[in-house]
Every structure is written in structure tokens, then in C-alpha cells.
């Protein structure tokens, strides 16, 4: 399986971003897939994540700011990030949970930068 990520960038705070991953090769229907990151000097923290059949979870941070969606035929997920702030600055990776316990890919990290 592989994770391709894109959209990130640099904005103003108050801004908009959106990113997106595709993902490809052998990958099970139920899954879930969904966004960390990590800013520098920090631990790799949840954005949000989406299971197959539509759940969402969000961290507090982010709660009413960002959304994400997925297209399970295409394989996408989708992180639409409003109203960004300074501390939303970090490189955001992508990642998809096969059924599979303990099993987890990850794309590559894609930079946002939210400047004041």
C-alpha cells in the first residue's frame, strides 16, 4: 500500500488549506484512514480520522476548523483545514489502518505553514 499526499503549503492565519492522499495497491474495504502531525520538536499527534463507513474523530484543537471526508472509491482521503492558526504550522502525514492489528502505512509528510 502506498499513501501520496498533497496540498500543503504556506497561508496567513485566518486561511484555508486543504490536503489530500490517495491511496494505492492492495487495500481491504474497512479501513481507516486519517491525519497526524508533527510540529518541530513535538510528538506525531492525531489530526482526525475516518473509518470506511463515514465515523469521524477529531482532536479539540482542530474541532469546528477542520473536516475531513473520503471517497472509498477512489481510495482518497481529504483534510479541509479553515480558519488556521499559527499553532496549526506542522508537516501533516497521511495514513491508512488495514484490518489488520498493529498495522498502519503512512505517506509522506506534506509542510503547512500558518504565518501570523
Known amino acids: 500500500v502506498q499513501l501520496q499526499a498533497s496540498g500543503g503549503g504556506l497561508v496567513q492565519a485566518g486561511g484555508s488549506l486543504r490536503l489530500s492522499c490517495a491511496a494505492s495497491?492492495?487495500?481491504?474495504?474497512?479501513?481507516?484512514m486519517g491525519w497526524y502531525r508533527q510540529a518541530p520538536g513535538k510528538q506525531r499527534d492525531l489530526v482526525a480520522l475516518?473509518?470506511?463507513?463515514?465515523?469521524?474523530n477529531y482532536a479539540d484543537s482542530v474541532k469546528g476548523r477542520f473536516s475531513i471526508s473520503r471517497d472509498n472509491a477512489k481510495n482518497t482521503v481529504t483534510l479541509q483545514m479553515n480558519s488556521l492558526k499559527p499553532e496549526d504550522t506542522a508537516v501533516y502525514y497521511c495514513?491508512?489502518?488495514?484490518?489488520?492489528?498493529?498495522?498502519?502505512?503512512w505517506g509522506q509528510g506534506t509542510q503547512v505553514t500558518v504565518s501570523s
Open positions: 475516518i473509518t470506511s463507513g463515514g465515523t469521524t
Open positions: 495514513y491508512l489502518d488495514p484490518p489488520t492489528a498493529g498495522l498502519r502505512y
Open positions: 495497491g492492495s487495500i481491504f474495504s474497512i479501513n481507516v
